[in-house]
T-cell receptor, first 111, second 115 residues
Framework: QQQVKQSPQSLIVQKGGIPIINCAYENTAFDYFPWYQQFPGKGPALLIAIRPDVSEKKEGRFTISFNKSAKQFSLHIMDSQPGDSATYFCAASRRDYKLSFGAGTTVTVRA | DAGVTQSPTHLIKTRGQQVTLRCSPKSGHDTVSWYQQALGQGPQFIFQYYEEEERQRGNFPDRFSGHQFPNYSSELNVNALLLGDSALYLC??????????????FGPGTRLTVL
């Protein structure tokens, strides 16, 4: 069973737009929620992560919003660029490095 | 400082064969986790090694086994290969279970094709 559900499967935005990717989880024992970026032929790279005691975290153009009561979190990519075109995965874990990943969202940013 | 390295990059095997994949963790990391990523899907946790022991295991059959060496490098072995084992196998390293950190770094993966 998939412990983290991610949507949409894919999305296309124009340069400067704000792609938004949503994830939901069931296991309330999860206390670490990272986002990974993966380019074709490469391994996933950690983008940004959040813990449930924080409702929002920003790093550069990437923002995570976290809603603990709804068990949902999302990634916003501000001022998106063609170089942001990649597959993005949300994940969740307890503090044990065993990550449960979402199915991934392929983001295409058109110039 | 080299990141996580994996070998080989690509591998082609036939059904029923056995395969061994290798991983060297990032310098200073002593915990290694293995994931299977089927095409178009998110990575699935296989198992994790710390202090040369399997500490956690995902929902994978016993055909999947592993090992960690004293230098923290690790191997993933898959016996009796099935067509469904075709995937990208990812290794991730982290600083250790004793001093938990946010950082878990992934290698580039080994692409296994089973014919």
């Amino acid at each position: 069973q998939q412990q983290v559900k991610q949507s949409p499967q894919s999305l296309i935005v124009q340069k400067g737009g704000i792609p938004i990717i949503n994830c939901a989880y069931e296991n309330t024992a999860f206390d670490y929620f990272p986002w990974y970026q993966q380019f074709p032929g490469k391994g996933p790279a950690l983008l940004i992560a959040i813990r449930p005691d924080v409702s929002e975290k920003k790093e550069g153009r990437f923002t995570i919003s976290f809603n603990k009561s709804a068990k949902q979190f999302s990634l916003h990519i501000m001022d998106s660029q063609p170089g942001d075109s990649a597959t993005y995965f949300c994940a969740a874990s307890r503090r044990d490095y065993k990550l449960s990943f979402g199915a991934g969202t392929t983001v295409t940013v058109r110039a | 400082d080299a990141g996580v390295t994996q070998s080989p990059t690509h591998l082609i095997k036939t059904r029923g064969q056995q395969v061994t994949l290798r991983c060297s963790p990032k310098s200073g990391h002593d915990t290694v986790s293995w994931y299977q990523q089927a095409l178009g899907q998110g990575p699935q946790f296989i198992f994790q090694y710390y202090e040369e022991e399997e500490r956690q295991r995902g929902n994978f059959p016993d055909r999947f086994s592993g090992h960690q060496f004293p230098n923290y490098s690790s191997e993933l072995n898959v016996n009796a290969l099935l067509l469904g084992d075709s995937a990208l196998y990812l290794c991730a390293s982290s600083p250790g279970l004793a001093g938990w950190s946010d950082t878990q770094y992934f290698g580039p993966g080994t692409r296994l094709t089973v014919l």
